[in-house]
Each structure stands twice: as C-alpha cells, then as structure tokens.
C-alpha cells in the first residue's frame, strides 16, 4: 500500500512538472550567478506586489519598452499587454532569482513526509509547509527592483528585444525554460 | 524534538541566505561600444557578456572573454541570434566582428557569490559606489582634482598644490571670490604663479589677483575667515590635546598632519579637541589654522553626482536657478550636519569656525578671538578634516594690502595678450579647460610681501562616463530628504576604502593624459 502510494505520488508530481512549462514562468528568471544570467534573451518579469492575490503577482516577461516609457509585456496566457508608466509605477522588475531556494510547489508535497517521518509529520509537515512559503515569499521579492525608481534605459536593458518586438515573434516561439 | 530543531535551523537558514533588499540592474545598454567597454573598468572582477543588435533586432552575442582590437572589431566567443532570440548555432566559435551595423549594445554583468547570498542589495549597490573607487584610485585626479590649482613654486604637485581657487563654486551662479594665503614671501621679480586645470572641468575664470603686504621681520600678516588681513605676532605656545592626549602633529607647521579615521557608523559623528596657553589679560588673540579636508568631503561630493546618474546635467541646471537648492547644496541637506571646524570657549560658547572646502591645498587662517583665558575647544566632525598645525597668535593690527593684477599670460610657451584682456574685464571669463596650464606674471611688488591670491569664477563639473546610467535615485532621495540618515548609510561605503584612499592620497603622483570619453 505504502509503496504504491509513493509510486503514484510521484508520477503525479512528474506529471505536474510537465504541465507547467508555462511561457513566462518564474522557472524562466535567471539564477543569480547562473551562465543563463549572462547569456540568457529572456526579459524580466514583472510583479505587482500589490495584487490582490498574493499569490499570482506575476504581470508577465517584459518584451519591450518604447520612447514614451510604455512597456510591452507577455502574460502567462500568452497576449501581449501595454502599461503606461502611470500603470506600472507600482510594478517591481525582476532580473534575477535566489540560486537557493525550495520552490512554492514544495509545500504540497509536504503531507508525504509523513511517511518517512511518520508521527513526528505532525511537526515536520506544518513546518516543510512554512519553510517552502518562506522561500516562495523570499524568491518573490529578492532582487526586485520597483519600475519606477529606473530609468528608462535600465528598463529597456533588460527586454527581450530591446530593438523592438519582431513582426513574425508568436509568443510562444521560445523554449519555455532556458534555466 | 530533533526533527523541530532541524526545520527551525532550515527555515534560519534559507530565510538567512535570501537576498531580500534592492538590487541593482546587471543588463545595461549602451549607445556605442565605448561605453560598454567602460562597464567593464567599473566591474573589473565580474564576468561581462556582450551583446551587439542590428537594426533588424538580430544579434551577437559575445561570452566573457571578448575584447577590442585596435582597429575596432570585437574577438572573442560569439554567437549569432535571430531578431526572436534564437540561437543560429548551438556552440559559441571564436570570431572577429565587425561592428558596423550594429546599433545598439548591451552588457550583462553578473553577480559575484558574496553579492547574492550575504550581502544583499545593500551591499550590491556599495560594491557600484567602489566601483567608482576603484576608478578614483586608479587615476586619482579623475576625482580628487577640483577647481583651479595654483603654484608658487614649480612643483607639479597636486596635494601640494599652493592655492584652490573659488572651491564650491560649481555653477555659475555660484561664483565667488576666493583667498588663499600662500605660503612663501614673493620677493621683487617673481611675480609669477602657475595656474592649472588637473580635474574634468571647465574652469571659468573671471579674476585672479594677488594681495600683497609688506613683510616686517618678526610678524606675520595673515587672512581671517573673514577675508580680512591682520598683522600678528607670534604667540604662547598652545597645546592641543584629545582625550587628554597631546597631539605632537599640531604643534607647528611642517606638513605632517593629524586626522582621525571616520567614525564607522555615522559620518557626521563630532570629535573635539582642547587647547590650552597662556594668555595674557588685555591681548587680542587669535587662532591660527593650517588645514584642509580628507577625502570624507570628495567622496560625498562626487557620490552625489553618481546618484544623479544621467540625470546629472539637467540637475545642476535646476539647481543653478533655485536659491533653496543652492541653500541646500552649501550649508542645508548634509552640510548643515558635517559642519566646520568650531572654535569655542571654556564655557562653551561659540568664538567662530573655520569652514574653507578642499581636499588639495591646505588653508592658513585665523580666527581672531579677542581676550582669553587661555581655554578653547575645538568641534570638528570626525575623519573630514586634516590639521597640519595649531598656533595662537597676538594681533597687533589691521592691514590693507596692496593689490596687484595680471600683466602677461603665458600658456604652451606663448604669450596671450588676448587672456590678459579677458581677466581684466569683468563681465568676461577665461575659460581653462582640463590639461590646461598657464603662468601668470603679475603688476611688480615693491618689496617681499606676504601674498594672497584672490581668484573668482565657477567650475562646470564634466559628467563621467561612470555616471552615464541610471544613478542612485532612492539614494539621492535619502540624501535630500533625510541627510543624517543618509550620512548614516554611507559610513560603512565609505569606511571600505577610506584607509586605501589616504594611501593612495600621499602617493598619488599627477599623470599627464585625463582618459575619458570626452577626450575621444
């Protein structure tokens, strides 16, 4: 029982992986000190630390930002969107990522360290549950720098096409994850 | 328990090694190759990629091992990206490009570990502030010149340098006069200084004359810090001590200094200083001081401009039409709480200060205090100023010196009648560009005098390629909006290279070419 019940855990968690290989994904923000940090042709992401779901702040990967400061930006279902600069001036950018974290999705596997713990899961799985939101909540913010604190340059640094979007680019052209 | 102990220590751990502050921007894009060559000498010890658009969006990209021939192609490791980012190879291929059609550039700089794990954005953004002290120590006059520099003798000196002219003057409306007291007595004949431009400015001079008093043996003339001239005698001995510790440094003039390190905490920390003699009732007495700043006073001064940025030019230009801006550029934001050099009383009560700015060339002064009792404190704000020494003086009375004008300008072994003309007229300026030297030769003395040299005019700082980017902005909004805050924060940025600084400071010998791009 105990065995088929981890077997079929992790072909779930496998399948899970798979299905989430969304276009803009935080999986696509560079680590920090990674060799994608220096060569990589993704944008930023852009959150909203102030949504009103917190956990879904994702605006999406920045593609370009014209001469009058209005950015362009891919979202997770694959439109492109404008923000004006009074749109996004409580947006943050995000270039880089923490190289050492758990991610978010963790903490749904926590309820299996029950098994290798056994009793002593009514302690470790609340705690792997706080650890994994602590380093979801970290990876969120570390790095972030607010939009409008950044000049325009900086901004358009950090597109992934600085030049302009091409006319032929289909959002989801690019590998998903280049990490 | 164990297995609590163990997730705590987890959570202590990944939560510990999170970078939660602010960061600063790796990606940088640059309108020439030049620029982006400069990324390089403000991050020495990071990995910088290179990446080169065309028009069309199509790129290059170069890993971290390119470099710029002398006939301006790029070598290196590079790859071939379509307008959509795909790669055309897989492996990057050594090559040699040609930069033509390239339109845009844009540089990559990763992050160092110690910048990602233990120091945070914070300590990012001080390692951008050493950058740039890594580029002062590497050609120091880049940063440390400022404003005219004038020489008695033929030393090319610039920390020996004899006079600064109208320091703080750095827009036009600024300008002001400014005296210098030099140090030799002129003898009949050698009417002679040498004026220089050692900095990245451009130097608008509207006047430069000497004042000259007779000399009388046994007296001194001197210039208070209120541009008066008085004829001292030579005092009682004065001894100046810290914490009850006597400061042999101070005793007399001879080049050797005191400082203290900064406080590393807050910069504007004060430090006092007591001095004692023997006075005697009915004397007028006044202190004099031979001093100058440390480098505390270039490195806020020129970290301003840094967190100006690009921005820097249209800054000053505001600043130059607002009298608040200019209030709080001299004597409000961070200057009302670095201060001068205070003189009080045994009781407290402030005599007066001395608050001449500058780094290069030490000041002689005097503060005239009247009757004394023989007791004086000094309030000083640790680690901004050098005193070379501590002398009380008798003033025995006022003098008028005689002024003396310009009467020839050589400059590359020529004369410049036309410069003559310019310094003469006041509505006009000589402009004095960085590089320059001229030699003034001035309207005869009749006799050795003491001199001082009075120059006025206003300084345009030259914007540097390092502060061609985004700047600092909350930095800068630190600085005006919460100065001791700010004088706060920048302590320990400051306190990562002051002591390397003061080394390079005694060291630093003048180099003849200035290497930016604006000599291109």
Not at chain 1, 33 to 48: F, K, V
Not at chain 2, 136 to 153: A, E, H, V
Not at chain 2, 434 to 443: I, K, S, T, V
Request: glycine share 8%.
């Amino acid at each position: 029982m105990k065995n088929k019940f981890l077997f079929l855990s992790a072909a779930l968690l496998l399948l899970a992986g798979c299905a989430s290989t969304q276009n803009v994904a935080w999986s696509n923000v560079p680590r920090a000190g990674s060799e994608n940090a220096l060569l990589g042709q993704r944008g930023a992401l852009i959150m909203n630390p102030k949504a009103s779901n917190v956990l879904n702040t994702m605006i999406g990967e920045l593609l370009y930002i014209d001469s009058s400061g209005v950015i362009l930006v891919e979202r997770s279902e694959g439109r492109i969107e404008l923000f004006s600069p009074r749109q996004y001036g409580d947006y943050k950018l995000h270039a880089l990522r923490p190289e050492v974290t758990t991610t978010g999705w963790s903490a749904s596997t926590s309820p299996l360290l029950f098994f290798p713990h056994g009793a002593f899961g009514l302690v470790t799985v609340p705690l792997s549950i706080v650890t994994s939101g602590l380093n979801l909540y970290a990876e969120r913010r570390a790095y972030g720098m607010y939009l409008e604190d950044l000049p325009l340059e900086g901004i358009r640094a950090h597109c992934r096409f600085p030049m302009g979007i091409p006319e032929e680019y289909e959002p989801t052209v690019l590998a998903p994850k280049e990490d | 328990m164990k297995n609590l102990l163990l997730n705590l220590s987890l959570i202590l751990a990944l939560t510990g090694c999170t970078t939660w502050n602010h960061a600063d921007l790796t990606k940088k894009t640059h309108s020439d190759l030049e620029l982006a060559a400069t990324e390089r000498v403000l991050h020495p010890k990071h990995e910088i990629t290179l990446q080169g658009y065309y028009a069309d969006g199509a790129s290059v990209i170069f890993a971290p091992d390119w470099r710029i021939t002398t006939e301006g192609t790029i070598t290196g490791n590079m790859q071939r990206l379509s307008p959509q980012g795909k790669p055309a190879s897989k492996e990057f291929a050594l090559s040699e490009l040609d930069v033509d059609g390239i339109e845009l550039w844009r540089t990559s700089r990763n992050l160092k570990l110690n910048e990602r794990a233990f120091f945070g954005g914070t300590i990012l953004m001080a390692a951008v502030d050493l950058g740039v002290g890594i580029i002062c120590l590497t050609s120091p006059k880049t940063c440390f010149g400022s404003c005219p520099t004038f020489y008695q003798s033929e030393s090319d000196h610039l920390f020996k340098s004899d006079a600064e002219g109208f320091t703080n003057a750095i827009l036009p409306t600024l300008e002001h006069r400014d005296i210098d007291a030099l140090p030799q007595i002129m003898l009949p004949g050698d009417e002679r200084i040498v004026m220089k431009n050692e900095a990245l400015e451009t130097h608008n001079i509207n006047e430069v004359v000497l004042f000259a008093v007779p000399e009388v043996s046994g007296s001194e003339v001197v210039h208070t810090v209120d541009d008066e001239f008085l004829r001292v005698l030579q005092g009682p001995a004065a001894t100046v001590a810290k914490d009850g510790l006597p400061l042999e440094e101070v005793r007399m003039r001879d080049e050797l200094e005191w400082f203290e390190w900064a406080d590393k905490k807050d910069l504007a920390a004060k430090t006092h200083l007591d001095v004692k003699f023997e006075a005697r009732p009915g004397k007028q007495y006044g202190v004099k001081l031979v001093y100058r700043q440390t480098l505390m006073s270039t490195f806020l001064f020129y970290g301003t401009l840094e967190h100006m940025g690009a921005d820097y030019g249209r800054r000053m230009v505001i600043m130059n039409h607002s009298d608040a801006q200019k209030h709080w550029l001299l004597e409000g934001g961070i200057m009302q709480y670095l201060g001068s050099i205070e003189i009080q009383d045994a009781q407290g009560k402030l005599l007066g200060a001395f608050e001449e700015t500058g780094p290069i060339a030490a000041n002689t002064q005097v503060l005239p205090i009247g009757e004394s009792d023989g007791h004086l404190k000094l309030e000083l704000t640790q680690g901004l100023w050098r005193i070379d020494a501590l002398e009380i003086v008798e003033i025995t009375e006022k003098v008028t010196p005689t002024v003396h004008h310009i009467i020839r300008i050589v400059s590359n072994q020529q004369d410049r009648p036309e410069e003559v003309a310019l310094m003469h007229d006041d509505t006009r300026h000589l402009i004095s560009m960085p590089g320059d030297a001229r030699e003034l030769y001035f309207e005869p003395l009749e006799a050795p005098s003491h001199i001082f040299l009075a120059s006025k005019g206003f300084y345009l700082e030259w914007s540097r390629t390092a502060w061609n980017d985004e700047g600092h902005p909350r930095a800068l909004r630190t600085m005006l909006l919460q100065p001791r805050k700010y004088l706060r924060d920048q302590a320990p940025v400051y306190k990562a290279y002051e002591a390397e600084m003061e080394a390079k400071f005694w060291a630093s010998r003048i180099q003849t070419p200035i290497l930016t791009s604006h000599e291109k």
